[in-house]
C-alpha cells in the first residue's frame, strides 16, 4: 500500500486548508486511515482517522475545527482543517492500518509528511 498526501502549506491564523490522501495498492486489507501531526521537538500525535466503517476518533484540541472524511470509491482520506491556530503547525502524516481504530505502533503504512505552516 502507498500513501500519496498533498494540501499542505502556509496559511494566516483563523485560516483553512485541506489535506488529502490517497491510497493505492492493496487497499482492501485497509480498515483505518487518517492523519497524525509532529511538530519541532515535539512527538508525533494523533490528529484524526476513520475507520472503513466511518467511526471517527479526534484529537482534542482539534475537536471542533477539523473535520475527517473518507471517500471509500476513491481510496481517499481529506482532512478539512478550519480556524487554524499557530500551534496546528507541524509536518502531518497519513497513515493506514488493517485495525479498527490501532494504536500508533500498529499502522502498517505511513505516507510521507506534508508541512502545515500556520503564521500568527
Not at 16 to 35: F, K, N, P, Q, V
Amino acid at each position: 500500500v502507498q500513501l500519496q498526501a498533498s494540501g499542505g502549506g502556509l496559511v494566516q491564523a483563523g485560516g483553512s486548508l485541506r489535506l488529502s490522501c490517497a491510497a493505492s495498492g492493496r487497499i482492501l486489507i485497509i480498515d483505518t486511515m487518517g492523519w497524525y501531526r509532529q511538530a519541532p521537538g515535539k512527538q508525533r500525535e494523533l490528529v484524526a482517522v476513520v475507520t472503513a466503517g466511518g467511526t471517527t476518533n479526534y484529537a482534542d484540541s482539534v475537536k471542533g475545527r477539523f473535520t475527517i472524511s473518507r471517500d471509500n470509491a476513491k481510496n481517499t482520506v481529506y482532512l478539512q482543517m478550519d480556524r487554524l491556530k499557530p500551534e496546528d503547525t507541524a509536518v502531518y502524516f497519513c497513515a493506514a492500518g488493517r485495525l479498527a481504530l490501532p494504536r500508533p505502533e500498529e499502522y502498517d503504512y505511513w505516507g510521507h509528511g506534508t508541512l502545515v505552516t500556520v503564521s500568527s
